[in-house]
């Protein structure tokens, strides 16, 4: 039980770190398309990590299949979701970096 | 052509399978098991299968249910993509956010099977660094934070993984 407690305390530390990084990425990025791929590092790697601490200090009961299912439909749902929002903002009119570059030089010639 | 007797025999075992999945489903998310949320339990999965059977009947193309063991040979190599493609972001984040070269690529995706689609671009959403943007006929529209990811793309590493699992399309 105890390299059980050590190893999902690490899984946990480590999770956590993750969600901080991509809040962190989140305010370092200059614009919203990579802004999302820093949201993404917390939609799945910190999920994941953090399940998998949480269901190894379960006692292998129900319990641990709940959170199974729990990862399974974030799974599914997280990159939807990402992908949903990316794909209004693009059809939106939002340009990525490149391009906004691309047109300010235009407009200053 | 199948026999009308044949065809409803298939039916019934169409829904029996599906009734074994929700139990079990409702079975493991309840915990609780007395006799009055049993039934309310046994109620529901009726309730599901009727509202099942009727929209099988407007949507002619059967969905099969797939025992999912592909999917279990699939999720851990893309759990370690994440890992790897996560670490690769995070050093991004904490070491120089201005190194990024943001690209917009269209991907070929005519060699996966129309029915994988939707699986490729999620696990190119899911992994970081790297994110669907569109999906119209057989192309893909794809995001990436660096321009190293779309090239890693194109040489169809991660598309290899999925047509040597579920086979090609023709």
Not at chain 1, 42 to 53: E, N, Q, V
Not at chain 1, 68 to 89: D, G, V, W
Not at chain 2, 94 to 113: F, H, M, Q, Y
Request: proline letters at 4%.
């Amino acid at each position: 039980m105890f390299i059980l407690d050590i190893i999902s305390s690490v899984l946990l530390i480590a999770g956590v770190f993750f969600g901080f990084s991509g809040a962190l990425g989140l305010f370092k990025f200059p614009d919203f398309f990579t802004r999302m791929h820093a949201a993404s590092v917390t939609d799945s790697i910190a999920t994941i990590l953090i399940l998998l601490g949480l269901i190894l200090q379960t006692s292998f009961d129900i319990n641990t299949a709940k959170l199974l299912f729990i990862l399974a439909f974030l799974m599914i749902t997280s990159p939807t979701a990402s992908h949903a929002l990316a794909k209004s903002a693009r059809h939106g009119g939002l340009l990525t970096l490149p391009e906004t570059q691309v047109k300010q030089q235009e407009r200053t010639y | 052509m199948p026999s009308i007797e044949k065809k409803s025999r298939r039916n019934y075992i169409h829904i029996a399978i599906w009734a074994l999945i929700l139990s079990i489903f409702w079975l493991l998310l309840s915990g609780i098991y007395n006799p009055l949320l049993l039934s309310f339990g046994a109620v529901s999965i009726f309730v599901v299968l009727l509202v099942l059977r009727r929209i099988e009947d407007v949507d002619k193309k059967r969905q099969h249910l797939g025992t999912g063991l592909r999917l279990i040979r699939y999720i851990p190599w893309l759990i370690g993509q994440i890992l790897k493609s996560s670490i690769h972001v995070t050093k991004l984040i904490w070491g120089s956010p201005s190194k990024v070269s943001p690209t917009l690529a269209k991907i070929n995706i005519s060699n996966i099977p129309p029915n994988k689609r939707v699986l490729y671009a999620n696990s190119i959403t899911l992994t970081p660094g790297t994110l669907c943007v569109d999906l119209k006929g057989d192309e893909l529209t794809v995001h990436a934070l660096q321009k190293s990811s779309i090239t890693e793309l194109e040489e169809g590493y991660m598309e290899n993984k999925i047509t040597g699992i579920w086979g090609k399309s023709e």
